[in-house]
C-alpha cells in the first residue's frame, strides 16, 4: 500500500520525539522536541487533527519557554580542590566508569601522581572532574577531563580553559596537551581551541593559554 507524503510527514515527526528523548542532554532533547512538535502539528493542522496540532502547538511553546529560560539563566560555576583521600571522588569514578572509559584510556587515577586535581561544580552540582600532570615546565597533560551527561554544552570546557585560566597561569602552566580515544572528543577539543599535532611519534592536541 502506497503511504502519501502526509503520512510520511507524521512518521517522521514520530521518529524526531522519539529521537529527542533520547538525549542526555537537556538542552538538546528540547531543540530536538521542538523540531518534532513544530512538524507534528504542522501534520495535525494539514490532516485536519485540530487535537493533534493545537496540543503539539502548546508542546511547541513549552520547549520555547524552557530553552529561554535555560539561556537566560546564568549558571554558577566553582573550583574545588579533590581531597587526597576523598571518598566521594572514588564513589564518582566508579559510577561513571564506563562513560569515563569511552574517552581516556582509564578509570582509576591518583591524586598524588597529580599537578591538578579538582572538581568542577555547575549550580553547587559536582558536575565534571578534571586531572592534569607535569608534561613539561610550562606545560600540563590532561589525564582526566570529564563532565556528566547532563551538563555536556561545553560551559564547564569554556569555564575551565577561558574564564579560570589564571588558576593554570598562576601556577606557571600555559599550555595542556591532551590524547583523544574517539571523534567525540576531538571535536571536543577542537571546539575548546585544541590543535592537534605530531609529538614523539603520537598525535595530541594542545591548547595554549595567555
Same mark, same amino acid.
Given at each position: 500500500?502506497? !503511504?502519501?507524503?502526509?503520512?510520511?510527514?507524521?512518521?517522521?515527526? +514520530?521518529?524526531?520525539?522519539?529521537?529527542?528523548?533520547? /538525549? +542526555?542532554?537537556?538542552?538538546?532533547l $528540547?531543540?530536538?522536541?521542538?523540531?518534532?512538535?513544530?512538524?507534528?502539528?504542522?501534520?495535525?493542522?494539514l490532516?485536519?487533527?485540530?487535537?493533534?496540532a493545537?496540543?503539539?502547538?502548546? !508542546?511547541?511553546?513549552?520547549n520555547?519557554?524552557?530553552?529561554?529560560?535555560?539561556y537566560?539563566? #546564568?549558571?554558577?560555576? #566553582?573550583i574545588?580542590?579533590? *581531597?587526597? *583521600?576523598?571518598?566521594?571522588?572514588?564513589?564518582?569514578?566508579?559510577?561513571y566508569?564506563?562513560?569515563?572509559?569511552?574517552?581516556? +584510556?582509564k &578509570?582509576?587515577? *591518583?591524586?598524588?601522581? &597529580?599537578?591538578?586535581?579538582?572538581?568542577?561544580?555547575?549550580?553547587?552540582?559536582?558536575?565534571?572532574?578534571f586531572?592534569?600532570?607535569?608534561?613539561?615546565?610550562?606545560?600540563?597533560k !590532561?589525564?582526566l577531563?570529564?563532565?556528566? &551527561?547532563?551538563y $555536556?554544552?561545553? #560551559?564547564?570546557?569554556?569555564?575551565?580553559?577561558e574564564? %579560570?585560566?589564571?588558576?593554570?597561569l598562576?601556577?606557571?602552566?600555559?599550555?595542556?596537551?591532551?590524547?583523544?580515544?574517539n571523534? #567525540?572528543? *576531538? $571535536?571536543?577539543? %577542537?571546539? /575548546?581551541g585544541?590543535?592537534?599535532?605530531?609529538?614523539?611519534?603520537?598525535?595530541?592536541?594542545?591548547?595554549?593559554?595567555?
Amino acid at each position: 500500500m502506497d !503511504i502519501n507524503w502526509l503520512e510520511w510527514l507524521g512518521y517522521i515527526a +514520530s521518529f524526531i520525539v522519539l529521537v529527542s528523548l533520547l /538525549m +542526555s542532554s537537556v538542552i538538546k532533547l $528540547r531543540w530536538i522536541n521542538l523540531l518534532g512538535s513544530s512538524i507534528f502539528a504542522l501534520y495535525g493542522f494539514l490532516i485536519g487533527a485540530l487535537p493533534v496540532a493545537v496540543m503539539n502547538l502548546g !508542546i511547541v511553546v513549552i520547549n520555547i519557554y524552557y530553552l529561554f529560560k535555560m539561556y537566560k539563566s #546564568k549558571d554558577y560555576f #566553582k573550583i574545588l580542590p579533590i *581531597d587526597m *583521600d576523598s571518598k566521594y571522588f572514588n564513589y564518582f569514578l566508579d559510577f561513571y566508569k564506563e562513560d569515563i572509559l569511552t574517552y581516556f +584510556s582509564k &578509570s582509576k587515577f *591518583d591524586i598524588k601522581d &597529580s599537578i591538578i586535581s579538582i572538581y568542577v561544580l555547575r549550580n553547587m552540582v559536582p558536575a565534571g572532574v578534571f586531572i592534569a600532570t607535569e608534561y613539561d615546565s610550562n606545560t600540563l597533560k !590532561i589525564e582526566l577531563d570529564y563532565v556528566i &551527561s547532563e551538563y $555536556r554544552d561545553f #560551559k564547564i570546557g569554556n569555564y575551565i580553559f577561558e574564564s %579560570e585560566k589564571n588558576y593554570f597561569l598562576d601556577k606557571g602552566y600555559n599550555r595542556f596537551i591532551s590524547l583523544s580515544l574517539n571523534n #567525540k572528543h *576531538d $571535536r571536543y577539543l %577542537e571546539k /575548546m581551541g585544541f590543535t592537534k599535532i605530531t609529538e614523539d611519534g603520537n598525535d595530541y592536541f594542545v591548547k595554549e593559554i595567555n
